[in-house]
Nanobody, 117 residues
Framework: QVRIVEFGGGLGQPGGSLMLSCTASGTIFNITPVAWYRQSPGEQRDYVAFMTEYRTTVYSGAVEGRFAISRDNAKNTLYLQMNNLRPEDTAVYYC???????????WGQGTQVTVSS
């Protein structure tokens, strides 16, 4: 079994910042948070940012230059620093974790981010 928990969602102001965190734990070997996705009402879940334990990073065009993904391996925690927030960043943000096989997706429950004046 696994436990994946996201924190840090809330209300942000346009141009402001928020930081999300995701911690994974459980009996699955090498369960590791690797990516952030987001989903707005009526829309599909979209990729935001990806990082492996080796610090390889990829960002979606919508957040490139504004968001930064990072990891604390000792805590098995993935972060998403969100800067220069825009109203269109409003969504539920989900953490994706993988095990050593990379065959299964493990999702957190999501955390709501709302960007509004």
């Amino acid at each position: 079994q696994v436990r994946i928990v996201e924190f840090g969602g809330g209300l942000g102001q346009p141009g402001g910042s928020l930081m999300l965190s995701c911690t994974a734990s459980g009996t699955i070997f090498n369960i590791t948070p690797v990516a952030w996705y987001r989903q707005s009402p009526g829309e599909q879940r979209d990729y935001v940012a990806f990082m492996t334990e080796y610090r390889t990073t990829v960002y979606s065009g919508a957040v490139e230059g504004r968001f930064a993904i990072s990891r604390d391996n000792a805590k098995n925690t993935l972060y998403l620093q969100m800067n220069n927030l825009r109203p269109e960043d409003t969504a539920v943000y989900y953490c994706l974790a993988k095990d050593a096989t990379w065959k299964t997706d493990y999702w957190g429950q999501g955390t709501q981010v709302t960007v509004s004046s």
